[in-house]
């Protein structure tokens, strides 16, 4: 299972490729959390790429799900500089053995203590090129247009990004 955080949802619907999702494997879930966030504060606020996620919630990319408030929701809760829905990324992918989709290093590095895999935007990307789902040129544009859209990405990460999907043409 993949659980999808707001960043990667966002950017992959500005540059209106959210459809590449829908070629992985497993299920690909957002926690109500995030749905609130990007959805309906997006639409109420105008994002056109709010409308896009909604779109692939209803076209059956994406199932959202309700997070438990378990004992490890309440857990990581806790810590301050984790958002509402960080913790329901976390704690949806720790109780389905799933893979948090998140970008932000620290929420990456709470994931990595709990012994939660986690898996960003550009992973996908080029997971997806690796597979030949879409072709090493299209990967690039992508990666290229959400950086415009203002998608982070360090200068040492893109050069590494663009260096890996060199690699799948040889």
């Known amino acids: 299972m993949w659980v999808f955080d707001a960043t990667p949802l966002i950017y992959l619907a500005k540059v209106d490729q959210l459809t590449l999702i829908s070629h992985l494997d ?3 879930v957002i926690p109500q959390r995030v749905y609130t966030e990007v959805v309906d504060t997006g ?3 105008g994002y056109p790429d709010a409308r ?5 919630v209803e076209d059956d990319v994406f199932s959202v799900i309700s997070v438990d408030d378990d004992e490890f929701f309440a ?8 958002s509402d829905a960080d913790v329901a990324v976390l704690a949806c992918a720790s109780a389905h053995d799933g893979v948090a989709m998140m970008d932000e290093t620290y929420g990456r590095d709470v994931a990595s203590t709990e012994g939660i895999t986690t898996r960003g935007t550009a992973y996908l990307v080029l997971y997806l090129a690796s597979q ?3 072709g090493i040129e299209k990967a690039r544009t992508v990666i290229d247009e959400m950086v415009e859209q203002g998608w982070y990405c360090s200068p040492s ?3 590494k990004v663009i260096q890996k999907l060199d690699s799948f043409s040889e």
């Open 26 to 28: 497993e299920s690909c």
């Open 43 to 45: 639409i109420e606020q």
């Open 52 to 56: 896009r996620i909604e779109r692939g």
């Open 75 to 82: 857990r990581v809760q806790r810590n301050p500089k984790l």
């Open 132 to 134: 030949n789902v879409i």
């Open 157 to 159: 990460m893109y050069a």
